[in-house]
């Protein structure tokens, strides 16, 4: 399986709490649910195309907490994102998780890179990340993420914890492909090339 991260991000690079203003407050953060505004038709579409694609999903704590309490409620097996959330398999990258109720849920606490690694090594489409911040950000610094599908939303907040922090790996990326639905949030998927190249504009003295 490849893994895939698929997030919403802000104009700025903020990928925190977009669902709802209590999904996630942590270090103060007063802006939740920045996305809902600009949900439409064609980041339905989308995102109904990613969950085709999946076969496991990989989590982390937080982001495990707040899919857990909302999707176990939408019990329409025809719904396209909900019957794979409650079905599949779940891995949960937590050190204080002992158990994860969600049905078909296992806790990943030790040795999250090799288990992740070894993961990879089944077979299947994607192994897929939905938000999941602080994981995200982990399996980059081990170039584990095989594919990014970064929705960008028309919105500068400031503040708030993003995907690509100060001190993230260099990595140059390839575009295979982008989009942009009926509301302005610009779809773009990118597959990682390995390490940038550098020049410069600079006339030889």
Do not use: C
């Amino acid at each position: 399986m490849k893994i895939t991260l698929t997030t919403f991000l802000t104009l700025d690079g903020v990928m925190q709490a977009p669902g709802g203003p209590t999904e996630d407050t942590s270090g103060g953060f007063e802006q939740g649910g920045w996305l809902v505004p600009y949900a439409d038709e064609g980041m339905g579409r989308f995102m109904e195309k990613v969950f085709d694609r999946v076969d496991a999903f990989l989590l982390g704590r937080r982001t495990y907490d707040i899919f857990a309490a909302f999707w176990p409620q939408v019990t329409d097996e025809n719904d396209p994102i909900a019957s794979r959330l409650n079905n599949l398999p779940k891995y949960v990258v937590s050190t204080t998780l002992d158990k994860a109720e969600w049905n078909n849920s296992t806790v990943i606490g030790s040795d999250v890179a090799g288990e992740i690694a070894r993961l990879k090594q089944q077979p299947g489409r994607e192994l897929q990340i939905h938000g999941s911040g602080t994981l995200a950000r982990s399996l980059m610094t081990e170039d584990l993420i095989d594919e990014y599908n970064l929705l960008v939303y028309p919105v500068v907040l400031g503040a708030g914890q993003r995907l690509f922090e100060q001190g993230s790996r260099p990595t140059s990326f390839a575009l295979t492909d982008s989009s942009t639905t009926e509301s302005g949030v610009t779809i773009q998927t990118y597959r990682p090339t390995g390490r940038p190249e550098y020049g410069s504009f600079l006339l030889d003295q």
